[in-house]
């Protein structure tokens, strides 16, 4: 059975820090690009990172860069996400996912169709 678990999800105060934990049962991740979406309330789902199959190349939207960093251990199959100076802005709920047509490539892409599994998602809350 092939499942992602999200976790590591809370209420953080503004520049505080979390790590979100994805754990990937049912898969090799060797063959599978990596990436992690957001959803805030009324907005769309954005793409906030992801990794190649390789792990050579990874890739973030502008308002994270600098912030957060995204990870992988094939060996454990968990994929992760350390968010610092967390702001409130990045208040939503945070998907892990993977993509088997990236897996093969060098480059990434923060695209949602490109990526056939999905965890079920884990909350993220920065407020003071």
């Known amino acids: 059975q092939v499942q992602l678990v999200e976790s590591g999800g809370g209420l953080v105060q503004p520049g505080g820090s979390l790590r979100l934990s994805c754990a990937a049962s049912?898969?090799?991740?060797?063959?599978?690009?990596i990436a992690w979406f957001r959803q805030a309330p009324g907005k769309e789902r954005e793409g906030v990172s992801c990794?190649?199959?390789?792990?050579?190349?990874?890739k973030y939207v502008d308002s994270v860069n600098g912030r957060f960093t995204i990870s992988r251990d094939n060996a454990k199959n968990t994929i992760s996400l350390q968010m610092n100076n967390l702001r409130p802005e990045d208040t939503g709920v945070y998907y892990c996912?993977?993509?088997?047509?990236?897996?093969?490539?060098?480059?990434?892409?923060?695209?949602?169709?490109?990526?056939?599994?999905w965890g079920q998602g884990t909350q993220v809350t920065v407020s003071s």
């Open positions: 990794m190649a199959g390789s792990g050579s190349s990874t």
């Open positions: 049912g898969f090799n991740l060797d063959n599978y690009a």
């Open positions: 996912a993977l993509s088997r047509e990236l897996g093969q490539r060098t480059y990434c892409r923060t695209v949602g169709h490109y990526f056939e599994y």
